[in-house]
T-cell receptor, first 116, second 113 residues
Framework: GAVVSQHPSRVICKSGTSVKIECRSL??????MFWYRQFPKQSLMLMAT?????????EQGVEKDKFLINHASLTLSTLTVTSAHPEDSSFYIC????????????FGQGTRLTVV | AQSVSQHNHHVILSEAASLELGCNYS??????LFWYVQYPGQHLQLLLK??????LVKGIKGFEAEFIKSKFSFNLRKPSVQWSDTAEYFC???????????FGQGTTLQVKP
């Protein structure tokens, strides 16, 4: 199946700094990618829909100025957590469907963010 | 609001026991339905999906699920579990033509050898 790669897999940052997480579709193009957040022992919550060449669509309650999303190409979306705080510590996962009607979402391996 | 509810949060079974994990969703329109599995430290992997046609779908590793439209349910089953099935299981719904998935809370399955 198609592969979605996230980088980094783990990151520890100091409170107040910003962290960028990359999500790449390695062998397919994705005009749309999705960013999820997973708290320990909880489900995945959709944060935003990343659209290539246009603004991301954020879910209710997600601060767009804190979680900056850029989808500059058909194979790369980035999520930047700005001015990170300990409560932003979580597992962030991206996913993508193949452009042109793919029916299966492919997930990245996730990024464990720890803010100290 | 659209939501997905998984009834069992933590299930403990012995090997060879049968498994059924419940999943209900709330959305009145056309949906696509999925079950994902997350083994410890690994990606989410697709177990099976339903888009249309036969409401009984078969997936990988001996799993199957039945879509019952009248009950808004998509329960996951396996006749005989193995220790290697120990994992987190997520039911997910894709409403309409959107690409976003709405996940249930997840069920932790622990299979004792």
């Amino acid at each position: 199946g198609a592969v979605v790669s996230q980088h980094p897999s783990r990151v520890i940052c100091k409170s107040g700094t910003s962290v960028k997480i990359e999500c790449r579709s390695l062998d397919f193009q994705a005009t749309t990618m999705f960013w999820y957040r997973q708290f320990p022992k909880q489900s995945l919550m959709l944060m935003a829909t990343s659209n290539e060449g246009s603004k991301a669509t954020y879910e209710q309650g997600v601060e767009k100025d804190k979680f900056l999303i850029n989808h500059a190409s058909l194979t790369l979306s980035t999520l930047t957590v700005t001015s990170a705080h300990p409560e932003d510590s979580s597992f962030y996962i991206c996913s993508a469907f193949e452009t042109g009607g793919g029916t299966e979402a492919f997930f990245g391996q996730g990024t464990r963010l720890t803010v100290v | 609001a659209q939501s997905v509810s998984q009834h069992n949060h933590h299930v403990i079974l012995s090997e060879a026991a049968s498994l059924e994990l419940g999943c209900n969703y709330s959305y009145g329109g056309t949906v696509n339905l999925f079950w994902y599995v997350q083994y410890p430290g690994q990606h989410l992997q697709l177990l099976l999906k339903y888009f249309s046609g036969d409401p009984l779908v078969k997936g990988i590793k001996g799993f199957e699920a039945e879509f019952i439209k009248s009950k808004f349910s998509f329960n996951l089953r396996k006749p005989s579990v193995q220790w290697s099935d120990t994992a987190e299981y997520f039911c997910a719904v894709k409403p309409g033509n959107t690409g976003k998935l709405i996940f249930g809370q997840g069920t932790t399955l622990q299979v004792k050898p």
